[in-house]
């Protein structure tokens, strides 16, 4: 552990203000141990460092923002809950809570529709986090956690995350330019960037201890969500009995979890959530498109090959592809 674990709530805002900042995104970046964050962010990942007991049983789904985080908390809760919130149930959390705040951040308390103590969840916990693996406490690991990483497609994840800061932001100065997002994540210069180094520690973990790291794609739960809601109860270890398969529970969690779904409830349309730092997030800013391969849209195809390439180089000889 590092100096920095223990720092006290008084001399937060000092050690932030010592640390490179750079302009470019609607909010500058605050680099920290090699990865780039907002600065109410920032706070809150010094805070998580410092007071987060991993606890033996947590599961921790891990995403960069824009890979799918809400639809990958939707899909955990419903399939961790599911003795206890029957999926066909007319008072089924997910209908009437946005996935978001069914799941807590790890680093961002205020997300989940109010301040949550995580400290304070009965065990075991469902938690979520933005936090690289280096940036998660080292007992996540020593006590066997599950986590759950959900990547996407860069392309797919840049054009979401230019959207997304242009709707939060509104009102808050100019659009950001797709040349100029495309530039500075292509420098690694994006929120909880370099993009590929947060892939790579989760894939690299997965590799070395799978059961205690399962690495998805936002690409094949698009493909095939049963196939996925039943890897994910298997990794949980409360796999899919053969009177659950035989009524198409899979199927079901895929169902209530999909994109049409999820955006024709009222909770995931009105209403939203205050980060604090002068920040609201809309509920309904969560949900776009939910599709692959949108980037085509928003970009050239010389810039979506450019990307490519670059990302095929700082991943190369992981086996991991994109
Ligand atoms: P797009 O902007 O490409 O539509 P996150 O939850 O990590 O912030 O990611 C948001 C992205 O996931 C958005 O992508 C959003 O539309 C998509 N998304 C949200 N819920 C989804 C669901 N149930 N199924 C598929 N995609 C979903």
Known sequence: SSPEDAISEESLKDFISSLPSREGWPQPLIQYKGYWFKPGILE??????????????????ATQPKCGTTWLKALAFAVSNRSRHGLGAADHPLLTRHPQHLVPFIEIPGAAGGHVDIGAL???????????????RPETRSLRCRVVYLCRDPKDTLVSRLHFENKVARGG????????????FCEGFSPYGPFWDHCLEYWEESMVRPDTVLFLKYEEIKSDPARVVRRLATFLGIPLTEEEEGSGVAEEVARMCSFEKLTGLEVNQVGGVSHGNKVHVDNSVFYRKGEVGDWANHMSREMGEKLDRMVQDKLQGSGLVF
Do not use: E, K, N, Y
């Not at 007991?53 to 947590?58: M, V």
């Not at 075991?124 to 933005?130: D, E, F, G, I, Q």
């Open 122 to 136: 009965p065990s075991p916990r469902l938690l979520a986090t933005h936090l690289p693996m280096s940036l998660l």
């Open 173 to 184: 100065g100019a659009g950001l330019l797709m040349d100029d997002a495309f530039g500075m």
């Open 44 to 61: 809150g990942v010094l805070r998580a460092s410092r007071d987060f007991a991993p606890r033996a049983g947590d599961v921790v789904l």
